[in-house]
């Protein structure tokens, strides 16, 4: 089967035989189980903290806290992934639920026993979680989001096109605290061989980067410490960067002389391992009678912690999807005493188009304009941010070919003019866009003497399907069926590769697995003189072959703008008395370059669809104010979608490689998905009602 086509999951016999092993199932002989103590006050100090209770527990091997931990040779990083960890090293409480003590037992059982027993006397000080209150003391971050992306950006006279602008509107978007809850919570088993060389399994969607972070705190060789990811049950950006638990274990570990392992409780994985920053998102657009944009602006302000920055890069969009004489676009950050944000899938982007795309919606409802022919009119030939021209964009098939699928042009231009006894029905679309990142990475391959291929690379699989299409890229780069490749990943002994992030892991490790598997097959040629011959008389002949590859990007990134594209169609019906919502259709068509598997890509794009939806109607991490906790840390209480609130998704993609981002010719799937969808569901909630809601989720009671 070759490339693009619906190939099985190659791992799938062992996810439903349980033989695959997540990062806690990796049996370890004389393992002790950790548990966290974290912190119930968002600002203050550890006055006292009594263990003895906990230490009397049957079982409990060792209390750590910052009275007795070792003091660590670094506590800060430099990479851009760097966040500021709990480590124990003082009495220092900067949020709630920071790590305050870990609990080491023979069983996981008398570990939560004692970390329940834990006494901690604390020496509270005022916090202030909020943003809204505080708009005014935000500050401009160093970027926005990534190094590459400046804070600011501007082209033009947005102030004059704005007071000149035939029509404009001005409005205010805000975007709530959301949490990624992966099914699978952040866990590491760590397992010291001697003092200088450890050995992580870890559920991160970065085993290089965990390996450096690590080794850099903790005083070790990069070399001497291997990082293990074998199977993640997802991350959505939260097991990007390495948290405090991940260099506690390995604490703990050196403490009592065993392997330890220590897995999140759901509570304990909102806060202190990234979430999406709430965003207050100021638009305004001109406009000639036309539809012609005049004047995009776009001023984003989002929350970080008071002890590291990270930046929600929610106006980012703006700066690229339509073209217009004038764009100005900003970040903000308030600092408040909460933990530290981070990446969530489509970061910036997916917060930014819902923004974006409802204020487009505004416009058309202003113009008394079709929302998709505004689009079309707006339509940039050429990226806007840097003037260049784009790799590709097919947007227009995009919205041409979904607006045929949904029968767009049925839609009556009047809201609530649709409807079916008491229930109100909408029809509302959006743009989706996100950008084809691309890392250096590397892979090898060898023939082995059964006759297989074994290909190795060291990446990761956050249930996205990598060890499918890798398999795919390998098999079709040799000339040989799929079941004759091996791909193994997710080992720090393997060639080096980037993050699973930024949708980048198809252009990146794809095109280290291609190059490795194309070395191998040209090394494989020479020794048969060219004759195409099975893979197991040439190993029975040669014995083992090996090449061994690094794909690095070339320059195309600067030339070109680079951006998966698609257009999203949503219908809702609303209960006209009650509110009560329900996403009835939803149409997504993509330009996505190359897709390496249909079923794979087909599941990526409808996963985020799926949480589109979530964003908009259910999505929402509470805090208390007062306590600056948060009060739904579960998933009973954190509302994602479920069965019954996801109807039938019809996603499309328009065939075609990228010519210019990458050997594969891949644009990214991981997350354009969910760009777009709140917008269009929001848009599709004014059409059935007539009220415009501006703040996510917009849920029942802001309908009446
Ligand atoms: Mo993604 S938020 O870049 O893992």
């Known amino acids: 089967m070759s490339l693009g086509e619906p190939l099985e999951r190659v791992d799938?016999?062992?996810?439903?035989?349980?033989?695959?092993?997540?990062?806690?199932?990796?049996?370890?002989?004389?393992?002790?189980?950790?548990?966290?103590?974290?912190?119930?006050i968002a600002k203050g100090r550890v006055a006292a903290i009594d263990t003895a209770a906990g230490e009397r527990v049957r079982g409990v091997l060792a209390v750590m806290t910052h009275t007795n931990a070792p003091r660590l040779p670094a506590t800060t990083g430099s990479g851009p992934s760097d966040r500021v960890l709990h480590l124990l090293q003082d009495d220092v409480v900067r949020c709630a639920n920071q790590p305050i003590a870990v609990v080491v037992a023979e069983t996981l059982e008398a570990a939560h026993e004692a970390a329940g027993l834990v006494r901690v006397r604390y020496a509270t000080e005022p916090h202030d979680v909020r943003l809204e209150p505080r708009l005014a003391e935000a500050t401009t971050p160093k970027h926005a989001g990534r190094p590459d992306q400046p804070a600011a950006h501007a082209h033009g006279d947005v102030e004059r096109a704005l007071a000149e602008a035939e029509v404009k509107i001005e409005q205010v978007y805000r975007t709530p605290f959301e949490t990624h809850?992966?099914?699978?919570?952040?866990?590491?088993?760590?397992?010291?061989?001697?003092?200088?060389?450890?050995?992580?399994?870890?559920?991160?969607?970065?085993?290089?980067?965990?390996?450096?972070?690590?080794?850099?705190?903790?005083?070790?060789?990069?070399?001497?410490?291997?990082?293990?990811?074998?199977?993640?049950?997802?991350?959505?950006?939260?097991?990007?960067?390495?948290?405090?638990?991940?260099?506690l274990a390995a604490m703990a570990a050196r403490r009592v002389s065993r392997p330890v392992k220590l897995a999140l409780r759901r509570p304990q994985t909102f806060g202190p391992v990234g979430f999406r920053s709430r965003t207050h998102q100021a638009i305004a657009l001109g406009a000639r009678r036309d539809g012609t944009l005049t004047a995009i602006r776009h001023d984003t302000i989002a929350q970080t912690s008071s002890f590291d920055e990270f930046m929600e890069p929610a106006s980012v969009a703006s700066r690229m999807l339509y073209a217009s004489p004038s764009i100005a676009t900003s970040h903000k950050l308030v600092r408040s005493d909460i933990g530290t944000p981070?990446?969530?899938?489509?970061?910036?982007?997916?917060?930014?188009?819902?923004?974006?795309?409802?204020?487009?919606?505004?416009?058309?409802?202003?113009?008394?304009?079709?929302?998709?022919?505004?689009?079309?009119?707006?339509?940039?030939?050429?990226?806007?941010?840097?003037?260049?021209?784009?790799?590709?964009?097919?947007?227009?098939?995009?919205?041409?070919?979904?607006?045929?699928?949904?029968?767009?042009?049925?839609?009556?231009?009047?809201?609530?003019a649709l409807r079916e006894g008491t229930t109100l029905i909408g029809w509302g679309m959006a743009t989706s866009v996100?950008?084809?990142?691309?890392?250096?990475?590397?892979?090898?391959?060898?023939?082995?003497?059964?006759?297989?291929?074994?290909?190795?690379?060291g990446t990761q699989d956050l249930g996205t399907g990598t060890y499918t299409v890798m398999t795919q890229v390998a098999a079709d780069a040799l000339g040989v069926s799929p079941a004759q490749i091996v791909f193994r990943l997710g080992d720090t002994s393997f060639p080096e590769t980037p993050v699973s992030g930024g949708s980048q892991t198809a252009a990146s490790v794809g095109s280290a697995v291609h190059a490795a598997a194309t070395a191998l097959r040209d090394k494989l040629a020479a020794l048969t003189g060219g004759r195409s011959e099975p893979l197991q008389s040439i190993a029975a002949r040669h014995g083992e072959v090996e090449a061994t590859a690094e794909a690095k990007p070339d320059d195309a990134d600067k030339e070109y703008g680079m951006y998966a594209f698609g257009a999203q169609f949503a219908e809702v019906r609303v209960d006209a008395a009650l509110g009560q919502m329900r996403v009835s259709r939803l149409v997504g068509v993509f330009d996505i370059g190359r897709a390496l598997n249909a079923r794979t890509a087909r599941s990526q794009l409808i996963g985020g669809m799926v949480w589109g939806l979530g964003m908009a109607l259910h999505e929402n991490t509470v805090m208390d104010e007062r306590l600056g906790r948060i009060v739904n840390n579960n998933l009973a209480e954190y509302h994602v979608p479920v069965n019954a609130d996801v109807p039938a998704i019809e996603v499309a993609w328009l065939e075609g490689a990228d010519p210019h981002a990458n050997p594969l010719g891949v644009k990214g799937i991981g997350e354009i998905g969910i760009t777009g969808t709140a917008a269009a569901v929001a848009n599709a909630v004014y059409h059935a009602t007539g009220r415009r809601v501006r703040d996510l989720p917009i849920t029942l009671d802001r309908l009446l």
């Not at 010291?192 to 559920?203: I, S």
């Not at 690590?214 to 990082?227: E, H, I, Q, S, T």
């Open 181 to 247: 809850v992966p099914m699978e919570p952040h866990a590491t088993i760590a397992a010291w061989d001697g003092p200088a060389r450890l050995t992580l399994y870890d559920a991160t969607q970065g085993i290089f980067g965990c390996r450096k972070r690590v080794a850099g705190l903790l005083g070790l060789k990069p070399d001497d410490v291997r990082v293990v990811s074998e199977y993640l049950g997802g991350g959505f950006g939260s097991k990007g960067p390495t948290w405090s638990h991940v260099v």
């Open 342 to 416: 981070s990446y969530m899938r489509a970061p910036g982007w997916a917060p930014g188009t819902y923004a974006l795309e409802v204020a487009l919606d505004e416009l058309a409802v202003a113009l008394d304009m079709d929302p998709l022919a505004l689009r079309l009119k707006n339509y940039a030939e050429r990226d806007p941010e840097k003037d260049r021209p784009w790799s590709s964009k097919a947007l227009r098939e995009c919205y041409r070919a979904g607006a045929a699928r949904f029968d767009w042009s049925q839609r009556p231009r009047a809201p609530r």
């Open 434 to 457: 996100y950008p084809t990142h691309r890392s250096k990475a590397g892979a090898r391959a060898r023939l082995q003497r059964d006759g297989t291929v074994l290909v190795e690379s």
């Open 12 to 40: 799938g016999r062992d996810k439903v035989t349980g033989r695959a092993r997540y990062t806690t199932e990796h049996a370890l002989p004389n393992v002790a189980h950790a548990a966290l103590v974290t912190s119930t």
